[in-house]
């Protein structure tokens, strides 16, 4: 009866132990964990149907006609009225595109490398010295072709549309 009484006090002190030392670490853990800093991810600014805008794909896309706007040395609007206006533009490109997805309308890989060697012959380059141009004036090659893409999808629907 000892020998169990004996066993409960210590195995009651060892949980004691074990709860006081995990205390103990939590405490000491404080200023790190006060100090650490809390980043915001992303957020949602739009919400098109089953879909959604980004706060990161908003900002991406100011920038990009930021960077548009530099090049012809035009004035930018105010960032408040300039937000707006492409924020308005995204969604509806998004309608767009939703209602493209879901006629069937798709650009496929050749038809999108023949349109942008297009356009690079238009510049006066190869499609690969189009793509590094790009990329030496701060473009993302993957984002400008989906970009492109997008935007012949859209065109597509477009005409389907005026014929019908």
């Known amino acids: 009866m000892i020998d169990r009484t004996l066993h409960a006090a210590r195995r ?3 949980a004691r132990h074990t709860l006081l030392g995990l205390l103990a670490m939590a405490v000491l853990m404080l200023p790190a964990w006060s100090q650490a800093k809390v980043q915001m991810l992303d957020r949602i600014v739009a919400v098109v149907n089953d879909g959604a805008i980004m706060a990161s794909e908003l900002d991406e896309r100011i920038n990009t006609i930021a960077l548009q706007f530099q090049e012809k040395g035009q004035q930018l609007p105010p960032p408040a009225v300039m937000r707006e206006q492409v924020l308005d533009r995204m969604v509806l490109e ?3 595109l939703q209602l493209a997805e879901r006629g069937g309308i798709k ?5 999108l490398n023949q349109a942008l060697a297009g356009i690079a012959r238009q510049n006066g380059m190869s499609l690969e010295d189009f793509a590094a141009a790009l990329r030496q004036d701060g473009y993302d090659w993957p984002q400008f ?3 492109i893409r997008e935007d012949m999808v859209i065109s597509r629907l477009q005409q389907r549309s005026v014929a019908s």
Not at 107 to 111: L, Q, R, T
């Open 12 to 14: 009651t002190l060892h």
């Open 145 to 147: 072709r989906e970009q």
């Open 94 to 96: 998004r309608l767009q």
């Open 107 to 111: 650009v496929d890989d050749a038809s």
